[in-house]
């Protein structure tokens, strides 16, 4: 039997602000993103079902947290990302991307207006960018290139960030911060004291369900993951059920189904290019992603189900007949669908749902369908109805 | 009925000239969640240390290996229903497949029980 677990850093890869915290609650421990973490505690399916179910505690420590000020700090992101940052009022959160000068995706991230309230004038623009953390050195290096002398990036290193994921994570966390789920829809941020330290809180997620991501100082996380945890309704939850969970949201992971040789049109994340910048431009890598806005993409990350039990990974061809047309980017088994799902990069012709297609695994050919992502639907909360 | 150990983390039951294969229960606890078992097709010839089998979990495909050099005689038919055996009963339930044993002399140099679990100790 051989496991083959990836790699790929020289040096050691660094202890998460909670690694102690992780251990002591049976986690296994893997190297990802040059960190130790967490993969799985008591198992990946018991855990997806618990963050489907409850209430899930995610330890994303390892991704980056940024903070972007100064006057003009909207139009100079900007110029970098290309949707709407100026329209982005304070207190909401947007999904978006870094591209480079050739449309390709060096990055997807998620932005938070958190200027503050100041005067009539509003106070001094702040912008909180939570990018990934295989990628975090690298948009760091773009950023600090690209963006304006006066506009300040600082990498706010001494924060962990921690997501709670579930349909019961509101209530959970409204013992803690009495009122705040109240406030808040899906997409929304705000800031407020929680045992004499600021405690960040967005109303987001990679799992597809309703939840927050909290970022707290790193020297206090504990306390917070213990006061969460102490909740019969949380359990801890390791990147495997991460992994399985997104996938069925649909959520692409960067570094997979998408990467700097991908445009967002490509990847399907057309979404992401607010629709009065697409004409207007003014963003890097504009021109490259307009052309295949106009003439449309050669191919497009989609969703297919599997029949059977096989699983197809990353890397898997994907057939039209006998003619290849392209390759799965991510799959794995989906716990609440029972079958596998994937996502895939495939010629346009063959995009549309239900087109019958086949991917090659180990030599079998394993009937797969093109189908409407998300798998699992979303749960998010857009407010009472 | 002796009962051989694999630093892979594969166990051989030899009946006589026969012999039994599964994975342990160290190894379906590395695993997790046991979604899909491929496993040989009766009649194939299979060769020690060589692939197998395909055991893929939730998380990924790991590869199981031949203790021993021969021919594959019968799969376990209950895994295809019902993967989640080779978490529940690794060492029983969830065999993976018998094989004709070639050569008597591979076995040696396999672990017994006792050997097994103090190297799985000292992972």
């Not at chain 1, 609650?25 to 997806?48: K, L, N, S, T, W």
């Not at chain 1, 050669?298 to 029949?307: A, D, N, P, V, W």
């Not at chain 1, 012709?349 to 695994?361: C, E, I």
């Not at chain 2, 038919?77 to 044993?101: H, Q, R, Y």
Request: charged share 25%; proline share 6%; hydrophobic share 40%.
């Amino acid at each position: 039997m051989s496991d083959n677990t990836e790699s790929e850093y020289e040096t050691g890869p660094d202890a998460l602000p909670l690694d102690g915290w992780h251990r002591a609650r049976g986690a296994r421990m893997v190297p990802f993103a040059g960190y130790e973490m967490p993969i799985q505690y008591e198992g990946i399916v018991a855990e997806h079902q618990w963050t489907r179910e409850h209430a899930g505690l995610f330890d994303v420590s390892h991704m980056g947290q940024l903070m972007v000020t100064g006057t003009g700090a909207a139009a100079a992101l900007e110029a970098l990302l290309p949707g709407a940052i100026a329209t982005l009022k304070p207190g909401r959160i947007r999904y978006s991307l870094l591209l480079n000068e050739d449309g390709g995706i060096l990055d997807d991230l998620m932005i938070t207006n958190v200027t503050p309230a100041g005067d009539e004038n509003g106070g001094e623009p702040a912008y909180y960018l939570v990018v990934n953390g295989a990628t975090k050195w690298d948009d760091i290096a773009h950023l600090r290139e690209h963006l304006p002398d006066e506009i300040t990036l600082t990498h706010l290193e001494d924060r962990a960030l921690l997501a709670l994921q579930g349909p019961e994570a509101a209530a959970v966390l409204d013992t803690l911060v009495p009122g705040v789920a109240g406030e808040l829809v899906f997409m929304q941020g705000t800031s407020r004291e929680w045992r004499g330290a600021a405690l960040g809180i967005g109303r987001s997620g990679y799992t597809g369900e309703d939840g927050f991501e909290l970022s707290y100082p790193a020297d206090r996380v504990e306390e917070l993951a213990d006061a969460l945890l102490a909740d019969t309704r949380v359990r801890p939850i390791g990147l495997g059920a991460r992994d399985s969970l997104r996938l069925e949201a649909g959520l692409p992971l960067y570094g997979h189904d998408m990467d700097e040789s991908v445009d967002p049109v490509t990847a399907d994340l057309t979404f992401a290019l607010t629709k009065n910048r697409r004409e207007a431009g003014g963003w890097m890598g504009h021109g490259p992603v307009a052309r295949v806005l106009a003439e449309g993409p050669k191919q497009k990350r989609i969703g297919l189900t599997l029949e059977g039990r096989l699983p197809a990974r990353e890397g898997a061809e994907v057939f039209a007949g006998d003619a290849k047309v392209g390759r799965v980017t991510s799959g794995g088994f989906s716990p609440t669908l029972g079958h596998p799902i994937a996502m895939a990069t495939v010629d346009t012709a063959h995009t549309k749902d239900g087109s019958a297609l086949s991917v090659d695994v180990r030599g079998k050919r394993l009937a797969a369908t093109v189908a409407p992502m998300p798998f699992v639907p979303h749960n998010y909360y857009r407010g009472e109805k | 009925m002796p009962r051989y150990f694999t630093d892979e983390h594969e166990w051989i039951d030899v009946d006589g000239d026969t012999a039994t294969v599964g994975i342990t229960d160290y190894a379906q606890s590395q695993l997790g969640d046991i979604v899909f078992v491929e496993l040989p097709q009766v009649g194939s010839a299979v060769a020690k240390g060589k692939d197998a089998a395909v055991v893929e979990s939730v998380k990924a495909a790991s590869d199981v290996y031949a203790p021993i050099t021969g021919e594959v005689t019968e799969a376990n038919g209950a895994l295809e229903d019902d993967p989640a055996l080779v978490n529940s009963s690794p060492e029983d339930g969830g065999w993976f497949f018998k094989l004709t044993i070639s050569d008597k002399s591979e076995l040696e140099g396999l672990m017994d029980a006792a050997a097994y679990k103090s190297f799985c100790d000292s992972l």
